[in-house]
């Protein structure tokens, strides 16, 4: 078997790990329904596993208060009972889905104490399992799938998960690991930008939803050897000016903590968001020098 | 004015220990005159007050003499023993107010010929700067030349430049050299028994580095007891007595001769230092260390320094010794390095400066008493057994990271006001989770919606794919990363690139002018003004001038340019507006009141 599988696994076999976005306060608002952007989904996951078939599928459910493994197609038989009319590989899905979403408004109803939480969805918890996922691939041996990650996101950052994001974003740059992103939500998100950016992955935001299993197939579908010879849209642009933490400017230049990496667009004595000291910086001394300078062509 | 000049009888002394010559002080506010009154005596001084750096002078109340010690700006002091207190403090005063004229004299034809000021090094570096750097010289073409700004205010804000330059070009200070003072051979004539040395102030400073008790007896003799010349004669004859290695003869010389002995005896400053050195060794740390420092006492092979073995003379071993000692000093010495920075050809200042390095360094680690507590408190912390300590709680501080929500929700800002409203939406979380579960339980029992998706709709998605790639791709180029500047044209490249660089240093000037607060600033806002607005327009003649496949791209990088003066030339407007409505409502323009 390893000797087949050594000849199998070529570099056009992929592992997707798809984030799938289960929050219940964005679907409540969208203008397609949580069930057809599953039938997408759904037959986009179809679609492929069925380009080649090494490839597997690791589907996770990105919840309001949690987060879960709802399908991987290695672990799931494929000879199970037909439903209707449906691939009966995700019947196990949907029926996982369904116990998530319970379980998660369970959980959420015992949170229920952040009141003021942006209704953003656990993002960061979601991109750390499936890291975890990919890198147990990666040490089960030298022969393994090309593993990629595709966010469906559709509710907005969780800036409270910054910094949580944040790492796993680099992690999976380390990792070599690209995600790719397809928001579907309303306003663009930064966190999806950003990472899709850092890891080389594709970034896109659908203008119609109802074509959406057309851009899945388009633009996601294609394993990463074969990225290299398709045309991908790529972002135009990515801002890359921060804004401060004093007054939340966009600005070019700034002052930086060296201890916590604060942008401040003026000088500050002490860190207001770590509380770290500044000793008197060089720029000062020099303007005070040219304070005077420019003041004393007048006596 | 009367007290154009003052005359007082007073004592000048070229150091402390000078017992003085007695003369006339004569101040006037240019210059100050001591005349001695023995016409033959050699010590007549003239100083011009503008040398003067500061004076410093003995309080009444102290017992010491009425003392005026004048420092010139290159360091050497001018010490004038006055008869009785009046009379030095009326000198004071009298130098006090010919200083602070003589200080604002200067200022004023600083401010407008400031560059004439400036010293010669420092224009030499500006100009290396320029030639090295072509940006810079574009720029300085540009505004120096044209009048924009004038050659300070181009450079005041490139001190950094100047200042990182000056420190590489420090100069490296000349160390001791490695070849040990003994090695000098007198020279001989052949004929005669007289040997004579050459010393060089380097000699001599390397002597008194390492012979402190040499340098001690020079202060105390020299020219009290004897003059240099002889000093250095007595120094050598010890220095023969050592190299005929007869100790005998040695002991005798001392014996009859007291400041001979000086020499001929060991170095008992050199042996305090010793066990001074000794004494901050941590006897817990290194047991070896202690010896190996005092290393006047270590036994030796009793070899000689020009090498020969030595028969032991147990009686007169104090006048002796080896080769060892010399060598171990001499290296302490060179490695310790040239400490002071004294370039004089005078044998005494030499003697004292080293001296006064001496006692800075003793007075530092003098303080004896303390240095024994911190030792014993040093020894009893580092023979502590660390598993028999307390455990040590290191000082916590805490980072008070804030909420970093506060910072993101702000960011967001308005767009949060949606989910605010999710707030309302939480309010039924569970309708939210029933919808989403009828979702759910909705495609598992009718399955994929048929059709999955309209052909038209999948068209418009190919469309709309294909238009955003294909422009994507003229924007960006192929590869995301390449820079759009590199598909440019060079010339307009450069151009594009020496503009960013222009509008960067006049709006640093511009805004670094701002709050306008003298009539100078005034009109440098004003010519920077006229500069922006003639960069804007060279501007738009490149946005015209390029490629209309470029325009718009060209026309994007120039954009945050255009926003920059523009905010500018509003700023420039509003002040404007604000300064006429103050004048005008009857209120004065600022520095009246």
Request: include cysteine; aromatic fraction near 8%; charge should be neutral.
């Amino acid at each position: 078997m390893a000797s087949v599988a050594s000849k199998l696994y070529s570099d056009d076999v992929s592992l997707l790990v798809l984030l799938l976005d289960t929050n219940p306060f964005f679907w409540s608002t969208t203008s397609i329904t949580f069930s057809q952007f599953l039938s997408h989904v759904l037959a986009f996951l179809n679609a492929v596993m069925g380009l080649n078939q090494l490839n597997q599928v690791v589907v996770i459910a990105t919840g309001y208060s949690s987060c879960d493994y709802i399908y991987d197609s290695s672990s799931t038989s494929s000879n199970h009972g037909t439903g209707n009319g449906m691939p009966a590989l995700f019947s196990s899905l949907l029926e996982k889905l369904e116990d998530f979403v319970t379980k998660d408004e369970e959980l959420s109803k015992e949170k229920n104490v952040s009141k003021d939480r942006v209704a953003s969805s656990l993002l960061s918890g979601s991109l750390s399992m499936a890291l975890c996922y990919i890198q147990r691939v990666f040490r089960s041996g030298h022969l393994h799938p090309q593993p990629r990650i595709l966010c469906l996101q559709g509710s907005q950052d969780g800036p409270e998960q910054y910094v949580a994001v944040m790492n796993s974003i680099f992690s999976a740059q380390r990792l070599m690991v690209p995600i790719d992103s397809c928001y579907i939500g309303t306003q663009n998100s930064a966190f999806l930008q950003q990472a899709s950016y850092i890891t080389g992955g594709v970034h896109h935001k659908p203008q119609q939803l109802d074509g959406l299993f057309q851009y899945l197939t388009t633009i996601f579908a294609t394993d990463l050897h074969s990225r290299g010879f398709v045309q991908l849209p790529k972002p135009v642009g990515v801002d890359f000016r921060a804004s401060c933490f004093c007054h939340k400017k966009t600005i070019d230049m700034g002052y930086i903590c060296s201890v916590c990496l604060s942008i401040f667009c003026e000088h500050h004595k002490k860190c207001t968001t770590c509380g770290s000291v500044f000793g008197q910086s060089k720029l000062d001394d020099v303007s005070s020098v040219s304070d005077k300078k420019r003041k004393s062509p007048d006596t | 004015m009367a007290s154009g000049q003052v005359e007082k009888r007073v004592k000048y002394k070229s150091s402390l220990k000078d017992p003085g010559t007695p003369g006339f002080l004569r101040i006037r506010e240019a210059m100050l005159f001591f005349v001695p009154t023995d016409p033959k005596s050699d010590s007549k001084l003239k100083v011009l007050t503008q040398n003067i750096k500061s004076q410093k002078y003995t309080k009444e109340a102290s017992n010491k003499p009425p003392w005026l010690n004048m420092t010139n700006k290159q360091g050497r002091s001018y010490i004038f023993e006055f008869e009785n207190y009046a009379d030095m403090q009326t000198c004071r005063d009298f130098i006090t107010k010919a200083l602070a004229k003589c200080e604002e004299e200067p200022t004023k034809p600083a401010v407008s010929t400031s560059s004439e000021q400036l010293n010669i090094a420092d224009l030499e570096m500006r100009f290396k700067l320029l030639r090295e750097n072509s940006e810079l010289q574009r720029l300085h073409k540009q505004f120096v030349e044209s009048k924009v700004l004038t050659e300070d205010e181009f450079w005041a804000t490139r001190k950094k430049l100047i200042g990182k330059d000056s420190i590489r070009k420090s100069k490296q200070q000349v160390g001791l050299k490695s070849m040990m003072v003994s090695g000098i051979k007198p020279s001989t004539d052949g004929r005669t028994n007289r040997v004579t040395f050459n010393l060089t102030p380097e000699i001599i400073f390397q002597i008194f580095a390492e012979k402190p008790a040499v340098r001690q007896a020079f202060i105390n003799y020299v020219p009290s007891k004897m003059t240099e010349k002889d000093f250095w004669t007595k120094y050598f004859r010890a220095e023969y007595l050592y190299s005929t290695k007869n100790t005998a003869v040695a002991a005798a010389e001392a014996a009859e001769d007291e400041e001979l002995a000086v020499f001929l005896k060991p170095d008992e400053i050199l042996a305090r230092e010793a066990r001074q050195k000794i004494r901050r060794v941590d006897p817990t740390l290194d047991m070896e260390a202690d010896q190996g420092d005092d290393y006047t006492h270590l036994m030796d092979h009793g070899i000689q320094r020009d090498g020969t073995m030595d028969v032991i003379e147990p009686q007169n071993d104090q006048f002796k010794r080896s080769l060892l000692q010399d060598l171990n000093r001499h290296a302490a010495v060179v490695l310790e390095g040239r400490s002071i920075d004294v370039d004089s050809e005078d044998t005494r200042i030499v003697a004292e400066a080293l001296t006064r390095v001496k006692q800075v360094n003793k007075a530092d680690g003098d303080t004896t008493k303390e240095a024994n507590q911190e030792r014993w408190e040093r020894m009893s912390r580092v023979a502590g057994m660390e598993d028999l300590q307390a455990p040590q709680n290191f000082p916590l501080a805490p980072l008070s990271i804030k909420d970093p929500r506060d910072y993101f929700e702000s960011q967001q800002g308005n767009v949060l006001n949606v989910p605010r409203g999710a707030g309302a939406l939480k309010r039924n979380v569970h309708e939210a989770y029933g919808l989403l579960k009828e979702s759910i339980l909705e495609i598992r029992a009718t399955g994929l919606c048929v059709p999955l998706i309209k052909p038209d709709v999948s068209f418009d998605v190919f469309r709309s794919l294909t238009q955003t790639i294909s422009t994507a791709k003229n924007i960006i180029g192929k590869n995301p990363r390449e820079s759009f500047l590199d598909r440019l044209p060079k010339s307009t490249k450069d151009e594009v690139l020496h503009h960013w660089a222009s509008i960067q240093e006049l709006l640093r000037h511009f805004w670094s002018s701002y709050p306008i607060t003298t009539t100078y600033l005034h009109i440098k806002v004003g010519k920077l003004k006229d500069a922006m607005s003639n960069t804007y327009s060279q501007l738009e003649a490149m946005k015209e001038s390029v490629q209309s496949d470029l325009r718009h791209q060209v026309s994007l990088l120039v954009r945050p340019m255009q926003q920059a003066l523009d905010a500018a030339f509003q700023h420039y407007e509003a002040d404007l507006q604000r300064r006429k409505a103050k004048s005008g409502g009857g209120e004065r323009p600022n520095g009246y009141v």
